[in-house]
Each structure stands twice: as structure tokens, then as C-alpha cells.
């Protein structure tokens, strides 16, 4: 039966989104000041702002160096939005420094000081507890209920409805959660959750997400990590490597809940008379399944060029056209904090953008996918 799956999900060609306008950092804060000087409400800002894709990075810096063109609530949820969005890009080239890459000798030093940690000073990093506040932005597959979606982190109000509609994504909520790691390795928990993930039009990660220690490991292994750039982060002058690990050297487990069943939708259609297409032919009378994978995935070690500390993981998995999951694209920055008395080198946060499609198609049977961003802050590490 499963060959009735693959033949919908290839009938249901995934919409095209509506091309965003891209932009770098500079075009950005150009557009902002236009729009103050216009004296441009809030909504107007915000709308501007949801048809934009940047080409940089906006660092945190510059968001908050941008806070004076931001009108009101609703801008200021969308730059939250391009910031994470943009977390996986380059920095525009004039902030980073004007320094020669290093040899080969030296580049191969600096990757030998990052494993040496990863494996021997990350990987033996004692059970910790800490404190995870997780934000979630999602788009709004019907916009017409893309109204009172909770409020954004500056706790003001995201009330908005965009005229033209499109794929505008929204803070929807805040979590809290009690995490546990060992040996820098967050644990799964393994709680029942008693959310109908999935049928309240919603996704849950519940996989384990990028290991640095393990990571390392298996681009060593594929041997394919090389120089791209020098980049300054937090002050310090960081070199940066790319990596790529096929799927046979990967462990990069992802595990998202909840989808329909294929094969159950399609029989339920053949059943009632209905053709793929028909508004919610999948979403009725089905069972919610979750999608597991191991997949392939590239990205970046950002390594600290004095003590070869990791300061920063970019992790891309890599998904074929057609899979339920289509994107999974994560940033894990980490920090020192002090624990029982001791500096430790932990996360401290999280970007994970992700592109899903939700078992949800049009009138014309065209499959319409979902884009989430999940923005995290760990805190009172124990």
C-alpha cells in the first residue's frame, strides 16, 4: 500500500510560495527609514517586512541598533522573525575581518584544537539541568484566523491580519520546559504528551536534534570539512569550516510529530468519492502519524582561533524533494556559564527553522507546506 502514498504525495506538487524580495542588511535598514520618514503605520511597516528575504545575517546587535525605525508590535514580530530566518547566513561582508585565511598547516591545527575539544572536554560534560524558553513562529495557513496569536517576546500584542494574504508567519506561544543533558547531549525525556500534535495544526520536534561531539566525529569521518572564512563573534575572532556528512556516516536522527497517514487519506478519499484536492480530504477521520528519519546534512563549526572552543553549530539537514519534512536548519550558539562553581562551555541558544508539509492541500490538490521557527534561551544550567 505504501506505493499509494508516493503516487499522491508526486500528484500533489508542493505549492510554490510567493517570491519574497531579496534584500541584504543595508537594503533593510534603507527600507526602514523610508517607511519611518513616510510616517508608515504599524501593520503597513509589517506587511513591507513580511515580503522580504534577507541575504545576510542580522545579528542581534544590529536588530537592536534598528529598534528606533520599529513602529510598533507588529514590526517588531516580524524582525524577529528575519533575524532567525537569516541566523544561518553569512554576515555582510563588511563586518568581517580583513585577515588572510591561514594556511593549510594552520587550518588543520585550529580543526585539531575543535576536536580535541569536542571529543575530549564537550563530550565528558557532566548531567546538567537547565531552564529552556522556547518561542514559536509559525505561518498562518488560513490567514483569516491570523489574529490574536499570543504576544512576542517584548510581550506586546501580534493582532494582525495581512490584506493580501500569502504565507506570513506569527508568534504563536512560549514554552517552558525543564531540560536535562549528559555529555552535552540533551536527554529525551520520554513524557507522554497528551497534545494532538499535527491535528491542532501544529508540529513537535521530538528528536534529539545535532550532537557537537557527535558531529565533529562524522565530518572528520567523511572527511570533508574545509576553511570558508574568518567571522568575529562576541568579540573574538572565530575561524569558520564547512562540513558535510553523507547518510551513511550520519546519525542525524529527526523525528517530528504529527502527519497524516498517507495511505489511510487516500483511502479514505477512494472511499467517499472524493478527488486529491478536495479542501480537508485529509484531515478527516485519520490517524496522526509522526515522521522519522536519518538523514545526510552539511553546515559550520565556528571555532574560538586562540583555545579551539566551539562557539557556535550550524547544522542543515538534507531532505529529498518529496519527503513529509523538507527543511530542518539548525544554530546552536554556545556560552560559558558557571556551574556548582565551575566555568562550563553549554548551549545557550537555539534556531531551528523548519518547512513541513502538513498533510493540508487546495482546491486544486496542490500540496501547501508550513514553515515554523523555534527560537530558544537556556538559562539556570544546575
Not at 36 to 46: F, L, P
Not at 195 to 216: F, Y
Request: proline share 6%; aromatic share 8%.
Amino acid at each position: 500500500m505504501k506505493w499509494i502514498g508516493w503516487i499522491l504525495l508526486i500528484l500533489m506538487a508542493a505549492v510554490p510560495a510567493p517570491a519574497a524580495r531579496k534584500v541584504t542588511v543595508q537594503q533593510l535598514q534603507d527600507l526602514l527609514q523610508s517607511l519611518q520618514q513616510a510616517k508608515k503605520a504599524d501593520a503597513e511597516v509589517a506587511d513591507e517586512l513580511m515580503q522580504i528575504e534577507l541575504t545576510e545575517e542580522m545579528t542581534k546587535s544590529t536588530m537592536d541598533s534598528l529598534t528606533s525605525f520599529v513602529p510598533g508590535p507588529l514590526t517588531a514580530n516580524q524582525m524577529y522573525v528575519l533575524e532567525a530566518r537569516s541566523a544561518m547566513l553569512a554576515p555582510p561582508a563588511a563586518d568581517l575581518p580583513s585577515i588572510p585565511a591561514p594556511d593549510a598547516a594552520a587550518q588543520k591545527a585550529l580543526l585539531d584544537k575543535a576536536v580535541d575539544y569536542a571529543t575530549k572536554t564537550y563530550a565528558q560534560l557532566p548531567h546538567l539541568t537547565a531552564t529552556k524558553t522556547t518561542f514559536r513562529f509559525q505561518d498562518i495557513l488560513n490567514p483569516a484566523v491570523a489574529t490574536n496569536q499570543g504576544k512576542p517576546p517584548d510581550k506586546a500584542s501580534t493582532d494582525s491580519g495581512r490584506a493580501n494574504g500569502g504565507p506570513s508567519i506569527y508568534y504563536v506561544g512560549t514554552t517552558e520546559t525543564q531540560v536535562e543533558s549528559q555529555n552535552g547531549a540533551e536527554i529525551l525525556t520520554g513524557v507522554k504528551d497528551a497534545t494532538q500534535w499535527g491535528a491542532n495544526g501544529q508540529i513537535a520536534l521530538l528528536g534529539q536534534g545535532p550532537v557537537l561531539s557527535t558531529v565533529i566525529q562524522e565530518a572528520q569521518a567523511a572527511g570533508k570539512i574545509n576553511w570558508l572564512r574568518w567571522e568575529t563573534v562576541n568579540g573574538k575572532q572565530t575561524a569558520v569550516f564547512s562540513f558535510a556528512v553523507e547518510k551513511k556516516k550520519s546519525h542525524y536522527a529527526v523525528n517530528y510529530c504529527c502527519f497524516p497517514d498517507t495511505d489511510q487519506s487516500r483511502m479514505n478519499m477512494v472511499n467517499q468519492g472524493l478527488q486529491p484536492g478536495t479542501a480537508g480530504n485529509l484531515q478527516a477521520g485519520i490517524n496522526w502519524v509522526p515522521y522519522k528519519a536519518t538523514v545526510p546534512y552539511h553546515g559550520e563549526l565556528f571555532v574560538d582561533s586562540q583555545d579551539g572552543i566551539v562557539v557556535r553549530l550550524i547544522a542543515e539537514a538534507d531532505f529529498k524533494p518529496f519527503e513529509t519534512v523538507h527543511q530542518e536548519d539548525t544554530r546552536i550558539d554556545y556560552g560559558t556559564m558557571t556551574v556548582g562553581g565551575k566555568p562550563l562551555v553549554v548551549p545557550v541558544g537555539m534556531i531551528i527553522d523548519t518547512e513541513v508539509f502538513p498533510g493540508t492541500t487546495d482546491s486544486a490538490g496542490k500540496r501547501i507546506t508550513r514553515r515554523t521557527l523555534f527560537i530558544a534561551d537556556y538559562k539556570d544550567y544546575k
